[in-house]
């Protein structure tokens, strides 16, 4: 099954800037939608980005023209670079994979299968 292990979090200074890795392991020749989530505590988990495995990518309101997320298939892994980094962007982040069949990657979290341990981000 696949795995997925995420790197990167850290203490920032609103403005600034953060780029999370999330590497990837398990994978078949299946195609995939990978996301990122984000989750404080007593807050539901809120999907903030998606890319698909032809790089077709959609973003939550929330950090649209300040996060990108992009994949290196070489390396199996998944990216998200945060910049404009804000204090409401704290948040425990998360990678998730789920098989897709075509069609924008959304991200609904009830429907991705495989998710990291999270790695902290801290804005302040």
């Known amino acids: 099954h696949v795995q997925l292990v995420e790197s990167g979090g850290g203490l920032v200074q609103p403005g600034g800037s953060l780029r999370l890795s999330c590497v990837g392991s398990?994978?078949?020749?299946?195609?995939?939608?990978l996301a990122w989530f984000r989750q404080t505590p007593g807050q539901e988990r809120e999907g903030i980005a998606a890319?698909?495995?032809?790089?077709?990518?959609s973003y939550a309101d929330s950090v649209k023209g300040r996060f990108t997320v992009s994949q290196d298939h070489a390396k199996n892994t998944l990216y998200l670079q945060m910049n404009g980094l804000k204090p409401e962007d704290t948040a425990m982040y998360y990678c998730?994979?789920?098989?897709?069949?075509?069609?924008?990657?959304?991200?609904?979290?009830?429907?991705?299968?495989?998710w990291g341990q999270g790695t902290q981000v801290t804005v302040s």
């Open positions: 998730a994979a789920k098989l897709w069949y075509g069609g924008t990657c959304n991200t609904d979290k009830y429907e991705y299968v495989s």
């Open positions: 398990g994978f078949k020749d299946d195609r995939y939608c």
């Open positions: 890319i698909d495995n032809d790089g077709t990518t």
